[in-house]
C-alpha cells in the first residue's frame, strides 16, 4: 500500500513525567510532553489515547468529515475529543459577559463551569502558540482525539480534498497522510482512497489504523464502556458515562444519525401530494410564461399616453384573449381589446381597464397619468425558468403541485414512504370490547390506535402488527416478521424500562441492541431505543400521555429524517399563562394546554400521565425548559400547537 506504516499511530495516556519520542517520520519531528497531570505520549500497545488528523485545503471539506466521524464513532461507543487548529483569532466568549469582561480586566485564564459544562479560556499575550503535543497534554482521557489541521505534525491523518477547490493533494509529498477521503479518484494513488461522504468506512478504517477495532473486538465496546457491546447499526448507542440525558442533547443525538432509509420512485404531479421529494425541482418554463394582462382592458404603449392626458387611441380590431393571442402589431397611437391572462400584443406594455375607457366608435378615450406595466405581469414574475422551485425533502402540499404543474414539472422524483410497524405489549393490553366487558384488572389498549393515527398523520405508511403478551417467544417472532422487510421502523408501547414484565426492553438488550435513554423530561422518561435486525426500535412508555409527547418529541423527527423529510423543528409561540406551578430545575416538562379566548395557555387539571382525556381536551403543548422557574398568571410560556406535532385537528 505504499505508504502504509511508516507512521506508527500516537497514543496519548495517563503518567506523571516528561516523555521524548522520535517518530519514523521523514520529518524527523520531536514530541516534547511537558510534566502534566494524567498525561503521557505511548507508542502502539497498551491501552491510551490514540491521536489521528484529518487534514486538507480550504473548503475541502474537512470539517463536516471531522463532524460526522465524532458522531459515528462515539455511537459505537467510544470516547472522542477533537482538536481543531485555527488560522485566525477567535473568540469562544460572548462581549458583555462576566467572563469576557474577567479577560478584558487582564486575567490570564477565565474558567467558566456550570452543572452540564466547564470551559478555560488562556491569553496567550506574547507568547508562541502551543504545539500539538502541549494542547493534547491538557485534554481528558479518552479512546480517540480527532485533530484537524495541524498537516505537517507527524501524526497520521487522512486528507479531505474537494474537486471543486482545484488544490493538488497534499498527500503526494506528505508520507503521515495515509488515506484520501474526496469526491472524486485520483490515479496512480498508492493509499486507500474513500468517497467523502463514505463516514463508515473512514471510520472502520480509522479504528483499524489506531487498534481501536481490535479493541472493540476483544472488550465487547470501548474501554470504559458500560452495558452491552455498541453495536455498528446500533444508531441509539450513548457516549460513555452518560446518566440524565437533556431534552436538547437526546434530540441532537438523534439528529446526526438518522438519515433517508428508503427508496424512490417517480410519479405524476397530480399523485405525488404527502409525497417527499427526492431530488431538487427546477422550473422548466417560466410562470407567466411571456407579459400577460391582469384585467379585462385595453392595450397600448405607454409611450402613446405623455403627460397627464385625457388620451384618444385608435381601436384595433380584433382582441387577445388567454390562449388566443392577437396576432398583430400595436403601433403607437392605437390599442387593442385584451382578456386577463392574455399575452400582451407586439408593441403594447400597458393595459387601462375596460371600466375606465370611453369607447366612440374606434375611439377609444381614457384619462392619465398612465404608468409603463400598469395592470399588467411581467413574464416570470412569479418563478424565473431554470429557477430551483423546491429542494429535496420537501414534503408536498396542494398548493406545492400547483406550483410544480404552472412551470411545467409533469413528473417529480419522490422518496417511498417510510413503513412504521406499531406494537402494543402486555399481558394486561387488552382490545375493547363493548360485548364483554374486560375485567377491571385489564387495560384497554388505547397506544396502538393513537399511535397508528399519529404515524399516518405524520405521511408515513402503518403497519399494525396488533398485540403481543409478556411472552417473549410471541415478541420475538413478531419482531423478526417485521425485520424480515414488513417496516423500516418500529414503534412499541409498555416494556421499555427495567422491571420483571419489560420484555421489550430486556429481549433487545440480549438478542439486539437495546439502550436506556433515561431523558430529563416530564412526562415520559424511560425510553428503550435499540436495533433489531438492523430495524430502529423506538421503545415508548406505556402510559397514553408519556406515549404520545415522546413519540411526538423523539420519534417524529427521527422518522421524518429517516423518510427523506430532513429534520423536523415544531413550531412554537410565546403566549401569557393562565396558570401557577413552581417548576423544578433538571428537567423539561410538557404539560397539556390550550389557548383561551384571551389569548392565554390554560393548563389541563393534572399532570397524571394517565389521564388521556386531557389529551383530547388540550390543543397544545406547554414546554416548560430545563431550568428551575416559578409560574405565575401572565408570565411568558412557550405553546407548540398539536398541529406543529403532525397531530391533525
Known amino acids: 500500500m505504499g505508504k502504509k506504516g511508516k507512521c506508527a499511530p500516537v497514543r496519548v495516556r495517563a503518567p506523571a513525567r516528561e516523555v521524548r519520542l522520535r517518530l519514523r517520520t521523514q520529518q524527523r519531528k520531536v514530541f516534547d510532553l511537558p510534566e ?20 486538507g485545503w480550504k473548503n475541502s471539506g474537512k470539517t463536516g468529515l471531522v463532524e460526522r466521524l465524532i458522531a459515528e464513532i462515539t455511537g459505537r461507543g467510544f470516547r472522542v475529543a477533537s482538536l481543531k487548529h485555527a488560522h485566525h483569532a477567535f473568540d469562544v466568549d460572548q462581549p458583555g459577559k462576566d467572563s469576557f469582561r474577567h479577560r478584558r480586566a487582564g486575567a490570564v485564564e477565565v474558567m467558566l463551569s456550570s452543572s452540564r459544562r466547564w470551559a478555560l479560556m488562556h491569553e496567550l499575550g506574547d507568547e508562541d ?30 486528507e479531505a480534498n474537494r474537486r471543486a477547490t482545484g488544490q493538488p493533494l497534499l498527500a503526494l509529498e506528505d508520507d503521515t497522510v495515509c488515506a484520501v477521503a474526496s469526491d472524486q479518484h485520483h490515479a496512480g494513488l498508492d493509499i486507500p482512497q474513500f468517497d467523502l461522504d463514505d463516514t463508515v468506512a473512514i471510520a472502520d478504517f480509522i479504528l483499524e489504523r489506531t487498534g481501536l477495532g481490535a479493541r472493540a473486538g476483544q ?9 452491552p457491546g455498541a453495536l455498528k447499526n446500533d444508531c441509539f448507542a450513548l457516549p460513555p458515562g452518560v446518566n440524565w440525558i437533556p431534552v436538547d442533547d437526546a434530540l441532537a443525538m438523534l439528529r446526526e444519525r438518522f438519515s433517508p432509509s428508503v427508496g424512490t420512485r417517480t410519479v405524476d404531479v397530480a399523485e405525488a401530494g404527502g409525497r417527499i421529494l427526492a431530488s431538487d425541482q427546477i422550473a422548466v418554463r417560466a410562470n407567466p410564461p411571456g407579459p400577460n394582462s391582469a384585467v379585462d382592458g385595453y392595450a397600448f404603449a405607454q409611450a402613446s399616453t405623455p403627460g397627464n392626458g385625457p388620451f384618444s387611441l385608435t381601436l384595433l380590431p380584433g382582441r387577445a384573449a388567454a390562449g388566443a393571442p392577437y396576432e398583430g402589431r400595436v403601433a403607437p397611437g392605437q390599442a387593442v381589446r ?31 397619468p398612465v404608468r409603463r406595466g400598469m395592470n399588467t405581469r411581467a413574464a416570470g414574475e412569479d418563478v424565473k425558468r431554470g429557477e430551483a422551485v423546491f429542494a429535496a425533502g420537501r414534503r408536498l402540499r396542494a398548493p406545492d403541485l400547483a406550483l410544480l404543474s404552472a412551470v411545467g414539472i409533469a413528473r417529480v422524483e419522490v422518496r417511498e414512504k417510510l413503513r412504521v410497524a406499531v406494537l402494543s405489549t402486555g399481558d394486561e393490553i387488552v382490545p375493547p370490547d363493548a360485548a364483554a366487558p374486560a375485567p377491571a384488572a385489564q387495560t384497554y389498549d388505547a397506544n396502538r390506535p393513537m399511535l397508528l393515527a399519529l404515524v399516518r398523520g405524520w405521511g408515513h405508511a402503518a403497519v399494525d402488527l396488533g398485540h403481543v403478551g409478556d411472552d417473549t417467544a410471541a415478541l420475538r417472532e413478531r419482531l423478526d416478521a417485521v425485520a424480515a422487510g414488513a417496516a423500516d421502523a418500529v414503534l412499541t408501547s409498555g416494556g421499555a424500562s427495567a422491571g420483571d414484565e419489560d420484555h421489550v426492553s430486556a429481549l433487545l438488550r440480549r438478542e439486539g441492541t437495546m439502550q436506556a435513554w433515561r431523558i430529563a423530561l416530564k412526562p415520559g422518561r424511560p425510553l428503550a431505543l435499540g436495533t433489531w435486525k438492523g430495524l430502529p426500535v423506538f421503545g415508548l412508555p406505556g402510559n397514553p400521555v408519556a406515549t404520545l409527547v415522546t413519540a411526538a418529541i423523539f420519534a417524529r423527527p427521527a422518522l421524518s429524517a429517516m423518510a427523506g423529510g430532513g429534520w423536523l423543528e415544531p413550531a412554537a409561540f410565546t403566549v401569557p399563562a393562565a396558570f401557577s406551578k413552581a417548576k423544578k430545575g433538571g428537567r423539561r416538562e410538557y404539560l397539556r394546554a390550550r389557548i383561551n379566548d384571551a389569548g392565554a395557555a390554560e393548563v389541563f387539571a393534572s399532570e397524571g400521565s394517565g389521564r388521556i382525556s386531557g389529551l383530547s381536551w388540550a390543543s397544545g403543548l406547554v414546554e416548560l425548559g430545563d431550568e428551575a422557574r416559578r409560574i405565575r398568571p401572565g408570565t411568558p410560556v412557550r405553546f407548540i400547537p398539536f398541529q406543529a406535532l403532525g397531530l391533525a385537528m
Open 338 to 368: 385584451i382578456l386577463t391572462g392574455a399575452l400582451l400584443p407586439a408593441g403594447a406594455d400597458t393595459v387601462v381597464m375596460q371600466e375606465d375607457v370611453s369607447l366612440e366608435g374606434a375611439v377609444l378615450g381614457f384619462a392619465g
Open 129 to 158: 502558540e502551543p504545539p500539538l503535543e502541549r494542547l493534547l497534554a491538557r485534554l481528558s482521557p479518552c479512546d480517540l482525539v480527532l485533530v484537524e489541521g495541524y498537516k505537517r505534525d507527524a501524526h497520521l491523518k487522512i
Open 36 to 55: 502534566a497531570p494524567g498525561i503521557t505520549l505511548r507508542r502502539q500497545g497498551g491501552r491510551g489515547m490514540q491521536v489521528f488528523g484529518i487534514m
Open 219 to 227: 472488550d465487547g465496546g470501548a474501554a470504559g464502556s458500560s452495558g
